[in-house]
């Protein structure tokens, strides 16, 4: 087993993103991450449905959407026809979490929940039957190319020791500030699946960046 890498486009040369794409999906990348944010829940604005349906089109990966977005409902059917195939959505973000998530699996594609550094694992326990993916956050939400916070590897721990007692099998996801000694901490803590934003697309070899993911986390 390795860790699944998901290569975030925020990182990526946007003039030529269908090039970044087909290097990522080429060189063995499972999903691409879209990060969607509103302008309020984090202070940035980035890609609207458009984009995902146009990706849509010139990729088979797996197109998970990170809807850093304040009511996060009123987009979620949009995303869901756009293409999408997980849509995440911040415990955060809602009054309705549970609702938000019933939204998502109403459209028959994966449902995520996502929780920022200073959420607790504890206040999502309860709708983890229901999902097929939890992010854990491993820095604040809206930029790229931040740091990762060790802390949070707790976090991942917990996660693993419900799946196993509870026998759930969702994904557990992480983003921001992975590389491939943070990712390979993660993946020994139980991460199944790599956010990389700046790691992957900043220097000159994408392909090489993935290949070292897969190659820290082959057990
Ligand atoms: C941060 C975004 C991330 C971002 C990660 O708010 O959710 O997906 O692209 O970027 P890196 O990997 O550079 O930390
Ligand atoms: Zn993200």
Do not use: C
């Not at 302008?39 to 959407?65: C, E, H, Q």
């Not at 459209?107 to 929940?113: D, L, N, P, R, S």
């Not at 854990?136 to 799946?163: H, R, S, Y």
């Not at 139980?190 to 820290?216: C, N, R």
Request: proline share 4%.
């Amino acid at each position: 087993m390795t860790i699944k890498v998901a290569p975030s486009i925020l990182a990526a040369d946007y003039l030529n993103l269908a090039r970044d794409v087909s290097v990522v999906e080429n060189a063995g990348a499972e999903l691409l991450h879209i990060d969607v944010m509103d302008g309020s829940f984090v202070p940035a604005i980035a890609y609207g449905p458009n984009w995902v349906k146009a990706l849509r089109k010139v990729s088979k990966m797996t197109l998970d959407v990170h809807l850093m977005a304040v009511d996060p409902e009123r987009y979620i059917d949009e995303f869901a026809a756009a293409g999408a195939d997980i849509i995440g959505v911040h415990y955060e973000a809602t009054n309705h979490i549970h609702r938000a998530l019933q939204q998502i699996k109403a459209h028959g594609i994966k449902a995520e929940v996502v929780i920022n550094p200073g959420t607790a694992v504890s206040v999502i326990e309860p709708v983890l039957y229901m999902v097929d993916q939890v992010l854990v956050m491993t820095v604040n939400p809206g930029f790229g190319g931040q740091q990762f916070l060790p802390e949070m590897i707790e976090k991942i721990a917990i996660l693993d020791k419900l799946k196993r007692e509870k026998g759930y099998t969702f994904d557990i996801e992480i983003d921001g500030g992975a590389n491939d000694q943070t990712t390979k901490m993660a993946y020994d803590a139980g991460a199944t699946v790599a956010v990389a934003g700046s790691y992957v697309f900043d220097k000159v070899d994408p392909a090489a960046k993935i290949a070292k993911l897969k190659e820290v986390t082959a057990d």
